[in-house]
């Protein structure tokens, strides 16, 4: 059976807690964002006012984009609305966003959907071969100092890192780029960002996602305007009997922060600790789609997990665009974000602390695998 491996957790042993939020909406963000510069107030203390927020609709990057024109942010509220937008991500936009435009007539959305079916089927196959870079920017609150009675709390998301991925395009497939060296030894294992990962961006992913949709639930949903124009997007709902949704998590109490060697040995019968989870729960999320070609220009997956587990969330947003390989353009990943809440056990403590991380994924460098050869018929004299 094919399961959709889309993410492996590893947590090493932490003490945060996650702070009150206080829900507002996007017009709502802006009125606060215009106070605190009517006020005068600096960089630090209009971060430490949104980091306390947490947003009721998405915050789009167009969206996003002009209230940086107008704010002119600092370094730091700029972070703080860039996390939260991200943590936005699987909300609906602002009604005032949506596109007044009649849904399609059943008809049309079959044929939107047999044009995506296409799309994953067989353009995405068609791709050459190329290598890319992933490049992952994690944040988390995590503490970041320690005190003479353990770890002081931290609240505030905050950047735990830069991690940078060869991704190896060959055949159809994505595989993993390890090459041996001129002596022939083996390749360290670089670091990886603790938290949500996700593999299959490249077609597989989107292929299991369809399947399993189409054995659960799939409807039309609305109209959204992008920049190029329309998307149609469609909602999805897959139960656990159709799940391919394959969830690896697994907590090492230590207290240690050096993690990628257990984020690289997780397994289905991995057994380090009873505060883990191995299963393939259900999900939804939406189908974001070129009504005109059927292309996905963009897929969330959202796991159904419950409260009492262990990681209590976990989601996916990829971002799909026009890329240049090899002179032709392509559509290929070039964005994601994955976000995870899990709990965490510190030591002595009772009560399990909340650990939350956002993984930011940009991919670029995209270099298509190829050779020239030229004949030259005509021998120069010496």
């Known amino acids: 059976m094919r399961k959709l491996i889309l993410f492996v957790m590893s947590l090493a042993m932490i003490t945060p807690c996650v702070a009150a939020e206080h829900s507002v909406t996007v017009e709502q963000l802006k009125q606060m964002l215009a106070a605190q510069q009517t006020a005068g107030k600096n960089d630090g203390d209009r971060a430490q006012q949104l980091n306390s927020l947490e ?173 190029a124009g329309p998307v149609a997007i469609f909602h999805y709902e897959v139960p656990p009997a159709a799940s391919h949704y394959w969830v690896n998590y697994c907590c090492v109490r230590s207290s240690s922060s050096d993690v990628s060697d257990a984020a690289a040995s997780v397994l289905p019968d991995l057994n380090l600790s009873s505060n883990s989870y191995h299963g393939t729960p259900s999900y939804h999320g939406n189908l974001y789609l070129d009504p005109t070609t059927g292309a996905v220009l963009r897929v969330t997956v959202v796991s159904d997990l419950k409260p009492s587990d262990p990681i209590m969330r976990a989601a996916i947003s990829v971002q799909y665009g026009p890329v240049e390989i090899g002179g032709k353009s392509y559509i290929c990943p070039v964005h994601s974000i994955a976000i995870s809440l899990t709990k965490s056990h510190s030591g002595g403590e009772k009560s399990d602390r909340e650990v939350l991380r956002i993984n930011e994924v940009s991919f670029t460098d995209y270099h298509r695998f190829g050779s020239t050869t030229r004949i030259i018929t005509d021998v120069p004299t010496q």
């Open 55 to 227: 947003l009721t609709e998405q915050l789009t990057q167009p969206t996003l984009d002009r209230i940086t024109t107008e704010f002119k942010p600092g370094p730091k509220t700029a972070l703080s609305l860039k996390l939260l937008a991200d943590s936005s991500a699987f909300l609906e936009p602002p009604s005032g966003e949506l596109l007044d435009k009649v849904p399609p007539a059943v008809a049309e959305q079959r044929a939107m959907m047999k044009s995506a079916i296409n799309f994953i089927g067989v353009t995405l196959h068609q791709m050459p071969d190329f290598l890319a870079t992933r490049l992952t920017d994690s944040y988390d609150n995590t503490p970041l100092s320690v005190t003479h009675s353990g770890w002081a709390p931290h609240t505030d998301l905050h950047s735990a890192g830069t991690f940078s991925q060869h991704i190896v395009y060959r055949n159809g497939q994505e595989v993993l780029d390890r090459q041996q060296d001129s002596s022939g030894a083996k390749p360290k294992n670089e670091p990886t960002p603790a938290g949500l990962t996700s593999i299959g961006e490249f077609g597989p992913a989107l292929g299991i996602i369809l399947s399993d949709a189409s054995k659960g639930i799939l409807k039309w949903s609305h109209w959204e305007q992008s920049t």
